[in-house]
């Protein structure tokens, strides 16, 4: 089992419906249920792009909802990874080629996991998640190395100290 | 008159399961005035369907106007192209129509009545429903072949037939399932904790419903009855498989929850007879007739009347498809019955009108 190493982190899930059908939403509201209970990995649904880790994404991207998919991931801390549900949010679908949608969330955000299927199935939602939390991990370690890295001791001083450029004071007579 | 504030809520939200937004204006946290934005997910199916598929490929594409309700779709939608090439569709068809329609109807109730116990804050209620609710799903797909998305109605008649095994399944998976529904009846009906946030909140009289042009268990909780399956029965024989009308009185949450509760009762009845009563007879009938004319077709979905319109001329591509679904009828009572009621029952209220704006939008 690999459960040890995901209970190092409880990630939390943001869900955006970004003009799909809701078959994969209830599909996502099923997988929170008690018989596919995605809290066994210490994941829940959470209303606040502030405090999520994961965005799950159905639909192909209508014209109107465009704008706020792209807020909504913007508003996210990194690390955090995207995950498409269905079809239509993977490439457009069915919904392909019709005048207010774009064909699929890729144009706009980048993602890492598609999940496929009309509407994708609960247990590969779970698949698609679990996979999308182990690039978390890594994008994880990317960021702290980065941080590391940023931390090497400077080798030549060249910032300005603001004592000597400043004004001399005159003592007064 | 005290201070008013602009409360937005949505387009993204924790209670809401699509994009839809509300501006409250309220006044001691009193609810006054409401304006709701609905088209956040048109896509453009309805011009799509005029050029790019042809007819018998609609019914496959307005199935994904809606994920919970897309048999409805998909049926009315195979009734009015039938009436525009102008055959009639195999009994044993319409049987299996109605029996994937009720199966639909008891997913999709028990997923309102779950979201509105969430919103209500009931978060033990909402897993009770949602772990109920499976035994229909399960069905679904072994009947139809997928949880959501069966693409089961096709023009002329059904894409699949029911394995007797399978109706032995469905009748023991119901057996199992009552006593479950008298648990959330007895639940929804008697916890005083859920009354708080449920009883006389998001009020509409009848006279509203009326005026406002309510469809649905929104209109039955009213007394208006505004049901479909009652006075049409040429296309789908409800009255022959037992169906019966639900009404209430009080127009409220509770009331629109009762509803959806004893309207399930009466889906599991109309199934059991579907299946114990099912006429033998072939699936579908063949005709290279093309679409001319016009034609309409009206149909209760879970959520209200599904009124279809389709105009034909004589080639492979319709020349008009129109589609109102329920929701659009409802939205200028939703907007009533917000008024007077405080902002921390908006999402409870919400849930209770069981919205469904793909289906508006399309």
């Known amino acids: ?173 | 008159m005290g201070k008013q504030y602009e409360i937005p809520l949505g387009a993204q939200h924790i209670s809401l399961l699509e994009p839809l937004h509300f501006k409250f204006t309220t006044e001691n946290e009193k609810i006054v005035d409401t304006v709701a934005n609905v088209y956040y997910v048109h896509r453009g199916i309805e011009q799509a369907c005029c050029s790019k598929f042809k007819f018998r490929q609609v019914s496959f594409v307005v199935g994904r106007v809606c994920g919970l309700c897309s048999v409805s779709h998909t049926t009315a939608y195979s009734q009015v192209a039938e009436k525009l090439i102008k055959i009639e569709v195999p009994r044993r068809a319409k049987y299996l129509r109605m029996l994937v329609i009720e199966l639909d109807r008891i997913h999709s109730h028990l997923l309102c009545l779950s979201h509105v116990a969430e919103n209500s804050g009931f978060e033990a209620l909402f897993m009770k429903t949602m772990q109920y609710r499976e035994f229909a799903m399960e069905l679904l797909e072994a009947v139809c072949g997928n949880r959501i998305q069966y693409d089961f109605s096709i023009v002329g008649g059904v894409a699949r037939d029911l394995k007797p095994e399978v109706g032995k399944m469905i009748l023991e998976r119901l057996k199992i399932f009552k006593p479950q529904l008298d648990e959330l009846v007895d639940i929804y009906q008697n916890n005083w904790t859920l009354s708080l946030k449920n009883k006389g909140v998001g009020l509409i009289t009848k006279e509203d419903a009326l005026r406002l042009n309510v469809v649905g268990p929104f209109a039955r909780a009213t007394g208006l009855a505004a049901d479909v399956r009652n006075e049409y029965d040429d296309l789908l024989p409800w009255k022959e498989v037992g169906f019966e009308m639900v009404l209430d009185k009080a127009g409220d949450v509770h009331a629109r929850n009762m509803v959806r509760l004893r309207e399930l009762y009466v889906s599991m009845r109309i199934i059991e007879n579907i299946i114990n009563g099912l006429p033998e007879s072939a699936l579908v009938t063949e005709t290279k007739t093309f679409p001319d004319g016009e034609a309409v077709a009206r149909l209760e979905a879970p959520r209200g009347e599904l009124f279809y319109y389709a105009k034909g001329n004589k080639t492979q591509i319709l020349e008009r498809l129109k589609i109102k679904a329920p929701t659009f009828s409802n939205i200028p009572a939703m907007v009533e019955a917000f008024k007077g009621n405080e902002y921390g029952s908006a999402p409870a209220i919400i849930a209770s009108y069981d919205p469904c704006l793909s289906c508006t939008s399309r």
């Open chain 1, 1 to 173: 089992m690999k459960l040890n190493s995901f209970r190092k982190k409880s990630p939390w899930i943001l869900h955006y419906n970004a003009g799909s059908c809701n078959g994969c939403d209830i599909e996502i509201l099923a997988c929170l249920a008690p018989k596919y209970d995605i809290e066994r990995f210490g994941i829940i649904n959470t209303g606040n792009p502030k405090q999520s880790d994961v965005l799950l994404v159905t639909g192909p991207v209508t014209k109107r909802s465009r704008e706020r998919l792209v807020e909504i991931y913007a508003q996210m801390p990194e690390p955090k990874v995207v995950v498409s549900c269905g079809a239509c949010a993977c490439t457009g679908g069915v919904f392909r080629g019709m005048y207010n949608c774009e064909g699929g969330i890729d144009q706009y955000i980048p993602v890492d996991v598609y999940v496929c299927g009309c509407g994708s199935r609960p247990e590969q939602i779970i698949d698609g998640v679990i996979e999308a939390l182990a690039i978390l991990e890594k994008k994880t370690k990317d960021l702290e190395q980065s941080i590391r890295l940023k931390k090497e001791p400077v080798k030549e001083d060249t910032q300005l100290n603001r004592r000597d450029i400043a004004a001399e004071i005159k003592e007064i007579a």
